[in-house]
């Protein structure tokens, strides 16, 4: 494992394109750096989602969910951990999944308080056909809630081995019957998602371009890569810490 040494709290966010795997990439990070927790806005929104027909609405079509209503969950979430920024927060890393997607959420960013801007960026940069080929394989057991994906890419330079478990599940999990995709994992929703995101979500990187906090990241072997990403994150939180 790789532990960091004394850094002041910091919030990194991810961006990339649906099924280019940061989501899996951030819990892996935050897995293995000291202090550290992931938070994806797509699992905040989805639960959200559950008592605001609306919202369950805009997610199951696959467009994104309006500014303010993104904006609000984040920071509520953020709020309900640990008081970043304070003297009991010292080590404490947060890694955001899916915020900001917008160039608009990105201006939103200088309204919140010091405390939770994020100081880095990093965008996975996976062409569409992979993506697409990860995301139609996108599995998740209903029995122990753990997520899997059936389908392997060798493309490219790319080499993704399918993410399958390891033998039997003691719970007795049944692939055939138990693994569920997600709603939106179908072919038309799958478009149009990625059309939606190189036309509202790569103009974010220009705004970390602007900063000189963006840190572009090729994940050519999937996971096995984590050891590469690992010590690019902890030399910048070193740097932010100085």
């Given at each position: 494992f790789y532990l960091l040494g004394q850094i002041m709290a910091s919030?990194?966010?991810?961006?990339?394109?649906?099924?280019?795997?940061?989501?899996?990439?951030?819990?892996?990070?935050?897995?293995?750096?000291?202090?550290?927790?992931?938070?994806s806005v797509g699992d905040i929104l989805r639960e959200n989602?559950?008592?605001?027909?609306?919202?369950?609405?805009?997610?199951?079509?696959?467009?994104?969910?309006?500014?303010?209503?993104?904006?609000?969950?984040?920071?509520?979430?953020?709020?309900s951990r640990a008081p970043l920024g304070t003297s009991n927060s010292i080590n404490d890393l947060v890694i955001l999944d899916g915020y900001p997607r917008t160039y608009a959420q990105a201006s939103l960013l200088s309204t919140w308080p010091a405390s939770l801007r994020p100081s880095l960026a990093i965008q996975f940069d996976v062409p569409d056909h992979v993506c697409i080929t990860k995301i139609l394989?996108?599995?998740?057991?209903?029995?122990?809630?753990?997520?899997?994906?059936?389908?392997?890419?060798?493309?490219?330079?790319?080499?993704m081995p399918a993410m399958l478990p390891e033998g039997e599940c003691k719970l007795g999990c049944n692939r055939e019957v138990d693994w569920k995709k997600r709603d939106d994992d179908t072919n038309d929703i799958i478009k149009l998602r990625m059309e939606v995101y190189h036309k509202e979500t790569k103009p974010v990187l220009k705004?970390?371009?602007?900063?000189?906090?963006?840190?572009?990241?090729?994940?050519?072997?999937?996971?096995?890569?984590?050891?590469?990403?690992?010590?690019?994150?902890?030399?910048?939180?070193?740097?932010?810490?100085?």
């Open positions: 919030i990194i966010s991810l961006i990339g394109a649906p099924g280019s795997g940061k989501g899996t990439y951030g819990t892996l990070l935050a897995s293995r750096i000291l202090n550290a927790s992931f938070i989602s559950a008592t605001n027909e609306n919202l369950a609405s805009i997610l199951r079509s696959g467009a994104l969910v309006d500014d303010a209503i993104a904006n609000d969950a984040v920071i509520q979430s953020l709020e394989g996108r599995r998740k057991c209903s029995i122990c809630n753990k997520s899997f994906n059936i389908n392997g890419v060798n493309t490219d330079g790319f080499d705004y970390w371009e602007e900063r000189d906090q963006l840190l572009r990241f090729v994940p050519y072997n999937g996971v096995d890569d984590m050891d590469k990403l690992v010590p690019l994150v902890e030399n910048h939180l070193t740097n932010v810490s100085d």
